[in-house]
């Protein structure tokens, strides 16, 4: 998921209550959020970086590492403002035990969400490879924004009033959110199942989420030597069910093109569903998640002739 998302979970559960535990609760839960994605500095390399993102610091190491550096950045933090007379006289006094905890919290929800939609994280690395995918939410989801928001706002403002029942509208927002996220998962597997079920009777299918319209997947389907798609809800689908186009990975100038390209071997590691489409000479990957999407042109590698 995108960082605001992630700063806004780490937010909403220290609204539900988990800020009043110790010192620093918020920044515990907002950067350990966020911390995972420090692998974007790979993104300089460009499609180099589609084998390194959502990878080692993602997997269990990770989850182990970050947390643990964290509380340890946050308690020499609390210190050090301490030491200079600047620690601010509302703080609370920082539990080490309770600050790693909320760091360990903090962390723990980034690969989960990051794991939601069908972009894939690497939850395993480096014991495995294996991508796993959630496909439930796209990437940037505004109805999960306006839920995680309300949530943190409307709590701030009780807290901020002196309410007892501050924590009310952030623990509300958060079981929304849970509902959410089980609806979406249901969807795609009734649509999924629907078309493992129907005509061209693929042998793989992934329902793909949509910006905005979450009740919505479009059904990337593949058979031995032909892919397609369509869209479809839970109660219909419409579009297209035929072949549009062939798979081209089986053509003997991929492999041997791809032995002598970097960028062609991080993307075929990162490729849930890869497509080779001949241009004249050069060969094109591409990605069938993304063929329609405004960005697609970032997740193409060309394999142009010796």
Same mark, same amino acid.
């Given at each position: 998921?995108?960082?605001?998302?992630?700063?806004?979970?780490?937010?909403?559960?220290?609204?539900? !209550?988990?800020?009043?535990?110790?010192? +620093?609760?918020?920044?515990?839960?907002?950067?350990?959020?966020? &911390?995972?994605?420090?692998?974007? @500095?790979? %993104? $300089?390399? #460009?499609?180099?970086?589609?084998?390194?993102?959502?990878?080692?610091?993602?997997?269990?190491?990770?989850?182990?590492?970050?947390?643990?550096? +964290?509380?340890?950045?946050?308690?020499?933090?609390?210190?050090?403002?301490?030491?200079?007379?600047?620690?601010?006289? %509302? /703080?609370?006094?920082? /539990?080490?035990?309770?600050? +790693?905890?909320?760091?360990?919290? @903090?962390?723990?929800?980034?690969?989960?969400?990051?794991?939601?939609?069908?972009?894939?994280?690497?939850?395993? =690395?480096?014991?495995?490879?294996?991508?796993?995918?959630?496909?439930?939410?796209?990437? $940037?989801?505004?109805?999960?924004?306006?839920?995680?928001?309300?949530?943190?706002?409307?709590?701030?403002?009780?807290?901020?009033? !002196?309410?007892?029942?501050?924590?009310? *509208?952030?623990?509300?927002?958060? #079981? #929304?959110?849970?509902?959410?996220?089980?609806?979406?998962?249901?969807?795609?597997?009734? $649509?999924?199942? /629907?078309?493992?079920?129907?005509?061209?009777?693929?042998?793989? $299918?992934?329902?793909? *989420?949509?910006?905005?319209?979450?009740?919505?997947? =479009?059904?990337?389907?593949? %058979?031995?030597?032909?892919?397609?798609?369509?869209?479809?809800? *839970?109660?219909?689908?419409?579009?297209? /069910?035929?072949?549009?186009?062939?798979?081209?990975?089986?053509?003997?100038?991929?492999? =041997?093109?791809?032995?002598?390209?970097?960028?062609?071997?991080?993307?075929?590691?990162?490729?849930?569903?890869? &497509?080779?489409?001949?241009? !004249?000479? %050069? &060969?094109?990957?591409?990605?069938?998640?993304?063929?329609?999407?405004?960005?697609? @042109?970032?997740? =193409?590698?060309?394999?142009?002739?010796?």
């Amino acid at each position: 998921m995108d960082n605001l998302t992630h700063s806004l979970v780490g937010a909403l559960l220290g609204q539900m !209550g988990l800020k009043r535990k110790t010192g +620093l609760a918020m920044p515990a839960l907002i950067i350990g959020a966020n &911390i995972p994605d420090i692998d974007a @500095g790979c %993104t $300089v390399l #460009g499609t180099v970086s589609l084998a390194m993102r959502r990878g080692i610091t993602h997997g269990p190491i990770a989850m182990l590492v970050l947390p643990l550096a +964290l509380t340890g950045a946050l308690l020499w933090y609390d210190r050090w403002q301490e030491r200079r007379g600047k620690r601010p006289a %509302t /703080r609370l006094p920082v /539990r080490p035990g309770w600050l +790693l905890a909320l760091a360990f919290i @903090g962390c723990l929800s980034h690969p989960f969400f990051d794991w939601l939609n069908s972009y894939g994280v690497r939850l395993l =690395e480096p014991f495995s490879h294996r991508w796993f995918y959630g496909d439930a939410l796209f990437i $940037v989801d505004p109805w999960l924004w306006a839920m995680l928001i309300a949530g943190v706002w409307l709590s701030r403002r009780r807290d901020k009033a !002196g309410r007892a029942d501050w924590r009310r *509208p952030a623990q509300v927002a958060g #079981g #929304g959110i849970i509902a959410y996220l089980l609806a979406n998962v249901g969807i795609g597997l009734i $649509v999924a199942e /629907r078309a493992w079920m129907s005509e061209p009777y693929p042998k793989i $299918v992934v329902a793909n *989420p949509q910006p905005l319209a979450f009740w919505r997947r =479009e059904v990337l389907w593949r %058979t031995a030597d032909g892919y397609g798609s369509y869209f479809a809800t *839970p109660w219909s689908s419409y579009g297209e /069910r035929s072949q549009t186009g062939r798979i081209g990975m089986d053509d003997p100038r991929v492999a =041997e093109r791809v032995g002598r390209s970097p960028e062609a071997q991080a993307f075929l590691f990162w490729s849930r569903l890869p &497509i080779a489409e001949a241009k !004249g000479d %050069t &060969i094109v990957l591409r990605d069938q998640r993304f063929l329609n999407m405004p960005t697609a @042109g970032n997740f =193409e590698v060309e394999l142009a002739p010796k």
